[in-house]
């Protein structure tokens, strides 16, 4: 009996070692992106993206154009 639970025990071990090799497996095939070609992408965008927030570098910007401008419309609640 001591045999048994013996062998039943390393089945499960190697039950999750293969198992943990699998999941390692999946992660391997994760497409990734170097942090160079990250890094390129983020300053194309920032020099691309006008910022509201960022005026100095933009210049001023429409109230239409601008997503945190006070909005005209007259209502009856404000959130505060």
Same mark, same amino acid.
Not at 13 to 18: F, I, S
Not at 44 to 71: E, L, Q, Y
């Given at each position: 009996?001591?045999?048994?639970? %013996? *062998?039943? =025990?390393?089945?499960?071990? @190697?039950? $999750? =070692? =293969?198992?943990?090799? *699998?999941? @390692?497996?999946? =992660? @391997?095939?994760?497409?990734?992106? %170097?942090? #160079?070609? /990250? #890094? %390129? $992408?983020?300053?194309?965008h &920032?020099?691309n993206?006008?910022d509201?927030?960022?005026?100095?570098?933009?210049?001023?910007?429409?109230?239409?154009?601008?997503?945190? /401008?006070? %909005?005209?419309?007259?209502? &009856? &609640?404000?959130?505060?």
């Amino acid at each position: 009996m001591n045999a048994r639970r %013996t *062998q039943n =025990l390393s089945e499960a071990k @190697l039950n $999750r =070692l =293969l198992e943990y090799n *699998q999941r @390692l497996r999946e =992660l @391997l095939d994760i497409p990734r992106t %170097t942090v #160079s070609e /990250a #890094s %390129t $992408r983020l300053i194309d965008h &920032c020099k691309n993206t006008r910022d509201p927030m960022v005026p100095s570098v933009w210049g001023p910007i429409d109230k239409k154009d601008d997503p945190f /401008a006070p %909005t005209s419309g007259s209502g &009856c &609640c404000s959130v505060m």
